[in-house]
């Protein structure tokens, strides 16, 4: 069963490798990273980063910029990620050929889904070394701290960032697998992303529902979000073990968007009829 599983996860990363769609749609985010990075040297207009006073690598700009870059637009390609995972491979009927074969459709999924983590894994990795790439070209070397802080926090940017991913990535995966509509699917994979990361983080929104429920309730609507529950634990990188009161609860949070959405796609992939 782990072969199979294995083999599975293998042929779901290369098929993604393969994947045109996918290919455009990574170019897009490589373009858009580039435009991100020349806007924010346009606008630091520094030569480089040790010239924010008293700011540490774990608080710098590109740390920042690198964190928006992955959790904002990461999780939109997820969710493309997600669609294709499922919805190219019923059209082709090559789930069919799979769930027919004496494979468990509990194999399956499993091997879906590490091939798909890996696969983002592998392009947050790419994405994170040219936006780096990118940042020393513009404004020069913007290590000022010794090079394991700085992997160090970038390594928590980076696996935080990841699981929210992986969130939006088994979400769009039941969404796929429980509506049969291939547009639609992808459609309501995007409107959850929107309102995830768009609307219950925004300000505005959060305020609106507090005047309703009560102004206690505005902090806690905005922190649903999973982007600010993961800036929350990312800006505490300089000192995890001393600062974890501080985001302890919104590391449970995150894990629990990402366990229920992984329950949800697991359950709807092993009861439904997938075609």
């Given amino acids: 069963m782990v072969n199979n599983t294995f083999q599975i996860a293998v042929k779901e990363f290369d098929n993604l490798l393969s994947n045109r769609f996918i290919i455009i749609i990574f170019t897009v985010y490589i373009i858009i990273m580039s435009i991100n990075a020349y806007f924010d040297y346009f606008v630091i207009n520094l030569p480089d980063i040790i010239h924010y006073e008293g700011a540490g690598v774990s608080n710098s700009n590109f740390l920042n910029g690198l964190s928006f870059i992955l959790i904002y637009y990461g999780t939109a390609i997820a969710v493309i990620i997600g669609f294709c995972s499922i919805s190219i491979e019923k059209k082709s009927n090559t789930l069919n050929t799979l769930i027919t074969k004496p494979l468990y459709r509990d194999t399956v999924i499993n091997g879906k889904l590490i091939g798909c983590a890996l696969f983002l894994c592998l392009v947050s990795l790419l994405a994170s070394m040219m936006y780096l790439s990118e940042w020393m ?118 894990m629990a968007y990402l366990v229920i959405s992984i329950v949800l796609s697991y359950i709807a992939f092993m009861r439904r009829d997938i075609a």
């Avoid at 992997?151 to 940017?157: A, C, K, P």
């Avoid at 039941?174 to 995007?190: Q, R």
């Fill in 137 to 254: 070209v513009l404004m020069g070397n913007i290590i000022d701290l010794p090079i394991y802080t700085f992997l160090f926090d970038t390594i928590v940017v980076l696996l935080v960032s990841w699981v929210c991913q992986l969130i939006f990535l088994s979400t769009s995966m039941f969404l796929s697998i429980i509506i049969k509509d291939d547009v639609l699917a992808l459609f309501a994979g995007m409107f959850i992303y929107i309102f995830m990361i768009n609307i219950i983080s925004n300000a505005s929104f959060a305020l609106s529902l507090g005047n309703i429920f009560g102004s206690h309730w505005t902090g806690f609507i905005a922190g649903l979000g999973p982007d600010n529950l993961a800036y929350g634990i990312i800006k505490n990188s300089n000192d995890l073990i001393g600062n974890y009161p501080g985001y302890i609860s919104n590391v449970v949070n995150l």
